[in-house]
């Protein structure tokens, strides 16, 4: 049997399948990504939720694996060499999945790297954005009366929905014709933008069709149905 006890974190959130990825995360925008890609790809994990509402992710145990204190992140016990790999960063757990399981990533360089972009372009852009929008429009952001900084993100979110639905204009995914990471990336800050804080009026998403008609699609898939309510 795999041994984490060197993981401090695994005090915490003792394993009681180590010998699985261990997962620890929320069902925010970013945590579900990799629920949804580990029910895509088949790969046995178990899932620890990390408690907002307790602080855990400022706890000791949770810092061990991620000083940046956010969630998701996972310990791999089979990782390269076969030695246990910690990773932090929805991204970077997204790109290591595909790469040790061959799955949702294409073996083309050319391809490789076109998926890798809109990766890049959810972490850079879409996520920072559509989550500054909603805490302007959904949560304390409401207390201010200069709606400056909140017609902004408005703006720019706009902005982002215009490239995706253009890409989507063009191609049935996000970077192609085939399902990949990056549309595991996109879509559930997309879905977090219209159904979690309650702004589809505010961005105008009648405006983008090919948006909603692939969201629609993305919702449909079942490992993204199970995946957006890991943990519970």
Do not use: C
């Amino acid at each position: 049997m795999t041994d984490l006890s060197a993981f401090p974190i695994t005090q915490r959130w003792p394993a009681q399948h180590p010998d699985r990825l261990q997962l620890y995360s929320m069902p925010t925008p970013n945590g579900v990504k990799i629920p949804i890609m580990l029910e895509e790809i088949g790969l046995p994990y178990e899932v620890h939720k990390v408690d907002f509402a307790k602080d855990d992710q400022h706890s000791p145990a949770f810092l061990s694996l991620n000083p940046n204190n956010k969630i998701p992140a996972i310990i791999d016990p089979d990782g390269p060499g076969g030695q246990p790999l910690p990773l932090f960063e929805s991204g970077a757990i997204l790109i290591y999945l595909a790469d040790k399981t061959g799955k949702l990533m294409p073996e083309d360089p050319a391809a490789r790297y076109q998926v890798m972009q809109w990766v890049m372009f959810q972490i850079g852009s879409v996520g920072p954005m559509f989550g500054q929008l909603g805490f302007f429009h959904k949560f304390a952001g409401k207390d201010y009366e200069d709606k400056r900084p909140r017609d902004r993100y408005v703006d720019e979110s706009r902005r982002l929905l215009g490239v995706i639905n253009g890409q989507l204009a063009q191609h049935a995914w996000i970077a192609g014709d085939d399902f990949t990471i990056a549309d595991i990336a996109i879509f559930p800050w997309i879905n977090g933008l219209l159904n979690f804080y309650e702004a589809g009026d505010l961005v105008g998403i009648k405006d983008f069709p090919h948006v909603s008609t692939a969201l629609t699609k993305f919702l449909a898939r079942p490992s993204v149905q199970k995946g957006l309510k890991i943990p519970a």
